[in-house]
């Protein structure tokens, strides 16, 4: 069955690196994807990588994709107070449209 | 692009009243999904549509709900009657090619 695992919680203070991990069951995905909130907002792309890829860079986002273990991981490096938000991972069965959206890990930047 | 639109943007109602929310997609992109995101239950695809077919409604909770999507740059999630535990946000969202792109929400309170 689909499932997507994300643990609930995480702070860190500001400046340092924060990693959000996501653990997945679904081996045919082909893309998977990090989306942020913002309270009292919509869910808004931050990147994707594709599931031939093991790794992902977009400025101070790093996505590493470890298919073997179905583990996903999103890194934010020189965490800043705006990235203070829930970070969902999902992914992509196989050719469905839909996607399947983990619980959400609400990541707290700390002064 | 001026993104996936969604109104109201809040709206209360009391039960058992009609609850229409509207959505326009970005042009251009063939899937539309409505979503229901609560604290209980987290975020929750209700239906989604394929060139403006619904392909699945599996996630529609009961009777209550239907959704319509007429053309490809309009459609609605209807509610009626309206009930308390219908209280969450509603977001669209829509695709072109597997990503999809969520709009604001609809954040509906039903007392």
């Known amino acids: 069955g689909e499932d997507v695992e994300q643990s609930l919680f995480l702070s860190v203070r500001e400046g340092d690196s924060s990693v959000i991990n996501c653990t997945y069951t679904d081996s045919s995905s082909t893309y998977l994807y990090w989306y942020k909130q913002e309270p009292g907002a919509g869910l808004q792309l931050l990147t994707y990588?594709?599931?031939?890829?093991d790794m992902k860079q977009d400025q101070r986002l790093t996505v590493l994709l470890n298919k073997k273990d179905k583990h996903l991981s999103l890194r934010i490096a020189d965490t800043q107070t705006g990235d203070s938000a829930i970070y969902f991972c999902a992914e992509n069965p196989g050719s469905a449209r839909q996607l399947t959206f983990g619980s959400g890990t609400q990541l707290t930047v700390l002064p | 692009d001026a993104g996936v639109i969604q109104s109201p943007r809040h709206e209360v109602t009391e039960m058992g009243q009609e609850v229409t929310l509207r959505c326009k997609p970005i042009?251009?992109?063939?899937?539309l999904f409505w979503y229901r995101q609560t604290m209980m239950r987290g975020l929750e695809l209700l239906i989604y549509f394929n060139n403006n077919v619904p392909i699945d409604d599996s996630g529609m909770p009961e009777d209550r709900f239907s959704a319509k999507m007429p053309n490809a740059s309009f459609s609605t999630l209807k509610i009626q009657p309206s009930e308390p535990r219908d209280s969450a946000v509603y977001f669209c969202?829509?695709?072109?090619?597997?990503?999809?792109?969520f709009g604001p929400g609809t954040r509906l309170t039903v007392t």
């Open positions: 969202a829509s695709s072109r090619t597997g990503e999809q792109y």
């Open positions: 990588i594709f599931s031939n890829m």
């Open positions: 042009s251009g992109h063939n899937s």
